[in-house]
């Protein structure tokens, strides 16, 4: 009996389809709002204002939001050349010529190996981490004239 009585009861509830279901994208008044169609775009140049006397606003514009802004056409472009620069790693120069004086004068030991604590030793390199200075680099020196 119960059996019965449950089919029963399937048999007379809706079935489901696909005009029961709502869409999960519908289109809401908000999303209406924010993308308009061609006649509310018509509607909104209709209006009187700065942007309806044209027949078009100007490439770049977007006319409902036109008023007291700049267009997303006139913002400053992001270029990436240069991204991540002030984050970039700094290594104090050092030539060859610098470091035979040290030598020279006693101040580094050329028997012991040479590191950045042995240069650090010698108080006339000053590594500062805070100011992203992480080390030294060995340059040669040029002769400019």
Not at 53 to 81: C, F, H, M, N
Not at 137 to 143: A, F, G, S
């Amino acid at each position: 009996m119960p059996i019965e009585r449950g089919l029963q009861y399937l048999r007379q509830m809706q079935r489901v389809t696909l005009k029961n279901l709502p869409m999960p994208l519908e289109k809401t008044e908000k999303w209406k709002r924010e993308h308009p169609d061609e006649n509310t775009m018509k509607t909104i140049m209709s209006k009187k204002g700065p942007i309806s006397r044209s027949a078009l606003p100007p490439y770049g514009i977007d006319p409902i939001q036109a008023e007291g802004r700049l267009p997303w056409i006139l913002t400053v472009p992001k270029e990436p050349y240069y991204e991540g620069v002030e984050e970039a790693r700094q290594y104090l120069p050092i030539s060859l010529r610098t470091l035979q004086r040290l030598i020279d004068l006693r101040r580094i030991n050329p028997a012991r190996p040479i590191d950045l604590p042995v240069l650090c030793n010698t108080k006339l390199f000053s590594i500062q981490p805070d100011q992203r200075q992480f080390g030294l680099q060995l340059t040669d020196e040029v002769n400019i004239f």
